[in-house]
């Protein structure tokens, strides 16, 4: 059996084609029809009014922080167990990252931790739906309300998913996505940074593009960035959206085959908590403890199989070990997890292989 990646684009022709009518039609750049036609389909598919899409998801985060004007002297709350990203774009505002710990259930923060958390200083909470679980909205709405803070959702790794029947995405006051190669659907790079507020999306719109004044040409009255998408992604993301029912389905079958394969006395598969929709975007799963996870893991890729490792929790990094406070759940599941193999097109044969691995493993022990 050839080697199994961890996770490759589902693409198909339609990707080819759009991407061609960029070449032939000469718009390559970060103009074109295709950059429309992605953000009205993504504002549609996800039931929000305004949508901006943008050079990867890291930027994103930094726009909405800004939209918001998050700043120096501000706190953002955010949960520890995620992509560095989601921390490191608080802080390029001057903004300070304040970590909340996980639930041990859905892996997502944990809303308790987070009223501990909240300071005269603290601005906004940054809810990351991690692996494609949905975070508690009903309970960060509550305490969005109740203190009067901003709530962005980092969805990079949670299109498609719900909370009681509605997408994440539109819950906060902002949100952002990531279209990176192995995100559910892909533009190579790319982001979009989504929202209700005609106001956040306009100052969206101005500091992605340099700054540059809306009613004057070549005239810019702030200090910008250059943080838009190109045509050529916008073509790859369209395409990519209109089958992303698909890719979902597909993904779910993947999971729904390792829970048929997998001996569940030995491994957790992360679990659909609550009234939700799971876009499982890894298929993640918790073992015994760490030297057990690390062992499986050399077994794996000694079969053939790429994993990864869950985020190591950003508090314990040494470029934030000056802001570290325990988070003893958030570390406890960083070192028992493990990424299986989770693309759309991944066979139930290879699935069962995988599986048959990882119950041997554990039968030996």
Known sequence: ????????????????????????????????????????????????????????????????????????????????????????????????????????????????????????????????????????????????????????????????????????????????????????????????????????????IHLKGQGLSKHREYWHDIVGYNYRMTNICAAIGLAQLEKISEIINRKRFVVDNYKKFLDDKFVIIHPEIGSVFHSYWMVSILVSDNNTRDKLRVLLNNSGVETRPFFYPVHTMPIYSHLYNSNPIAEDLSCRGINLPSYPELSIEQIEFISTIINKYFKSM
Request: proline share 3%.
């Open 1 to 204: 059996m050839e080697r199994i990646p961890v996770y490759k684009p589902y693409i198909t022709e339609r990707e080819k084609d759009y991407v061609n009518q960029c070449l032939d039609s000469t718009w390559i750049s970060s103009k074109g029809e295709f950059i429309e036609k992605f953000q009205f389909a993504f504002s549609k598919y996800i039931g929000v009014k305004y949508s901006a899409a943008v050079s990867n998801g890291t930027v994103a985060l930094h726009l909405a922080l800004l939209a918001l004007g998050i700043g120096k002297d501000d706190e953002v709350i955010v949960p520890t167990l995620t992509y560095i990203a989601s921390v490191n774009a608080i802080t390029y505002t001057g903004a300070k990252p304040i970590f909340v710990d996980s639930l041990s259930d859905t892996w997502q923060m944990d809303p308790n931790d987070i009223n501990r958390k909240i300071t005269s200083k603290t601005k906004a909470i940054l809810a990351v739906h991690l692996y494609g679980h949905p975070c508690d909205m009903d309970s960060l709405l509550t305490i969005t309300k109740e203190n009067s803070l901003y709530l962005i959702e980092d969805c990079s790794e949670a299109i498609g998913s719900k909370y009681k029947n509605k997408y994440v995405g539109s819950f906060g006051d902002i949100a952002t996505f990531s279209f990176f190669g192995n995100k559910t659907i892909t533009t190579g790079e790319g982001g979009m940074v989504v929202t209700n507020d005609l106001t956040l999306i306009e100052k969206v």
